[in-house]
């Protein structure tokens, strides 16, 4: 199984990015996909997550501000991020896991991990 992030770069604040996660060895219809996000000197975090079902949820620190969606067809899974504030710096990580709805989405329930992208947002 392969979560192959991509996307990050460097924005001022206000501007957007988009990442990619395009997966190999799973369908992305057929589990949770999330976003998670690791602040240097931080613990990785929550970040956005789309069910099999397309229902999604956000951490409060992003809502409004960032959108995941699904590209079946593509086996992709994507976080458009708008309205960068520089905390939104972190490398960010995408994964799968297959929680039911409602529960808690932390590091220890993910079954599968890509490698991160970092994004960079200059004040």
């Known amino acids: 199984v392969q979560l192959q992030a991509s996307g990050g770069g460097l924005v001022q604040a206000g501007g957007s990015l988009r990442l990619s996660c395009a997966a190999s060895?799973?369908?992305?219809?057929?589990?949770?996909i999330d976003w998670f996000r690791q602040a240097q000197g931080k613990e990785r975090e929550f970040v956005a997550q789309i069910r099999w079902t397309r229902a999604t949820s956000y951490a409060d620190s992003v809502k409004g501000r960032f959108t995941i969606s699904r590209d079946n067809a593509k086996n992709t899974v994507y976080l458009q991020m708008d309205s960068l504030k520089s905390e939104d710096t972190a490398v960010y990580y995408c994964a799968a896991d297959r929680l039911i709805s409602g529960a808690t989405v932390d590091v220890e329930a993910i079954y599968y991990w890509g490698e991160g992208t970092l994004v960079t947002v200059s004040s």
């Open positions: 060895g799973i369908t992305v219809g057929q589990y949770n």
